[in-house]
C-alpha cells in the first residue's frame, strides 16, 4: 500500500513578516520555503517548521482577496481569526514547563499555563495574527 503522509497545515495571518519574525524568532521554527508567485498577484507560500522535524510545515498564508476570495469571505475570516477560531496548531514537546519558560522568556505571551488536564499537560498562546496554538505533552493516544 502506498503511505500518505501529511506535509503541510495551513494558518492565515494578517502579515507575514511578522508571522515569521513570531514563528522563527520566538518560537524557534525554521524557514522551510519562501517563495513570492508573480504569476499569481504575488502570492507567497511562506512555510516554517520545527527543527529535527524536517517533513511537516506550517504554511503562513495572507489572506487572499479576488478572486480567491470575496470580500464577504475575506471578513468572515478575518472575524474568525481575531476570535482564535480560524485555526489551531497543535505542538507537543517533553517538557511543557521548560517549553513555556523558554518561549515566554522570548516573548511569547501565553493566554493559559500549562495545568494537567485528562489528557496530558496542556497550555495554550496565539500568534500575532490571533491564531490559537496548544503546547502540550499528551498522556494518552
Request: hydrophobic share 40%; no cysteine; aromatic share 10%.
Amino acid at each position: 500500500m502506498t503511505t500518505v503522509r501529511v506535509a503541510n497545515a495551513q494558518l492565515w495571518v494578517h502579515d507575514q513578516e511578522e508571522a515569521l519574525d513570531f514563528w522563527t524568532n520566538k518560537v524557534g521554527f525554521e524557514v522551510r520555503s519562501d517563495i513570492s508567485m508573480p504569476e499569481l498577484g504575488d502570492f507567497r507560500w511562506l512555510a516554517v517548521g520545527a527543527p529535527g522535524q524536517e517533513d511537516f510545515a506550517i504554511a503562513l498564508l495572507a489572506i487572499p482577496g479576488a478572486p480567491v476570495m470575496d470580500d464577504n469571505t475575506k471578513k468572515q475570516v478575518e472575524d474568525l481569526m481575531a476570535k482564535g477560531f480560524a485555526g489551531s496548531v497543535f505542538l507537543n514537546t517533553d517538557d511543557v514547563q521548560a517549553a513555556y519558560e523558554e518561549l515566554r522568556g522570548r516573548g511569547v505571551e501565553f493566554t493559559e499555563a500549562p495545568s494537567e488536564r485528562p489528557y496530558g499537560i496542556d497550555s495554550e498562546f496565539r500568534d500575532p495574527s490571533g491564531n490559537t496554538i496548544r503546547l502540550g505533552k499528551p498522556t494518552v493516544g
